[in-house]
């Protein structure tokens, strides 16, 4: 049992709730703090968004407490093969939900492509496509939280809801470029890279091989 004597940080990071006898990733949304019990949280819990109040600290692990007694893997950056896997079987599962057989796989030469972009952006506090790019890119940017590498597939994907494949169009005032990319039959390869400053802003930049989701064109 973790003992504590000062509140969990609110520092964006996700936490990991005992629910009976099961670790689910939540996020913090509040606290209290009852002299007999010590501090109680409001936490949301990610999977299904359902919330719950007045969990105590003694259920909780921080995101570093998790990565240190093995509850979960970091899939936070893409610095470990579990992260990589992650990534791409994400945008496999959204492109099998379409009913496109032709899967996606890693390529290192694209990722290391990819991480030159995210790691400009981060270090200069610039959004934007890279100029010239070699391949099709798709980007995502977070602050305040810590995207996995599924959460940043599902941010594209969920584009599909503002997307209608009778016209190829999105609804007016809404983008649908980065699901369409990342159902895109054509595509074979993808490298990603991920750049997260100290103050918690990320970064994600995706490359796609070979190059789609052209305008006029449908992506399946």
Request: glycine letters at 10%; charged letters at 25%.
């Amino acid at each position: 049992m973790t003992t504590r004597t000062e509140p969990l940080p609110f520092d964006g990071k996700p936490v990991f709730v005992d629910n009976d006898g099961t670790w689910r990733e939540a996020g913090l949304r509040g606290y209290g703090y009852n002299s007999a019990t010590g501090y109680q949280y409001k936490v949301q819990y990610k999977d299904d968004g359902s919330e719950e109040a007045g969990v105590l600290s003694a259920r909780i692990k921080t995101f570093a407490e998790a990565l240190a007694e093995g509850i979960v893997e970091n899939v936070y950056d893409l610095t470990s093969p579990t992260a990589i896997a992650q990534m791409v079987e994400a945008h496999n599962d959204w492109r099998a939900n379409y009913g496109i057989t032709e899967t996606v796989e890693w390529d290192e030469t694209i990722a290391a492509y990819a991480q030159e972009w995210a790691d400009h952006l981060s270090a200069n506090n610039l959004r934007g496509h890279r100029p010239d790019c070699d391949y099709v890119e798709n980007i995502a940017y977070a602050s305040g939280q810590m995207l996995s590498s599924a959460a940043v597939v599902d941010l594209w994907g969920n584009e599909v809801h503002d997307y209608d494949y009778a016209t190829n169009t999105c609804a007016p005032g809404k983008v649908c470029g980065h699901y369409t990319q990342v159902v895109w039959r054509d595509s074979r390869k993808i490298g990603c890279g991920m750049a997260r400053t100290a103050d918690g802003k990320e970064v994600w930049v995706c490359n796609y091989d070979p190059k789609g989701n052209w305008v006029g064109q449908k992506p399946y």
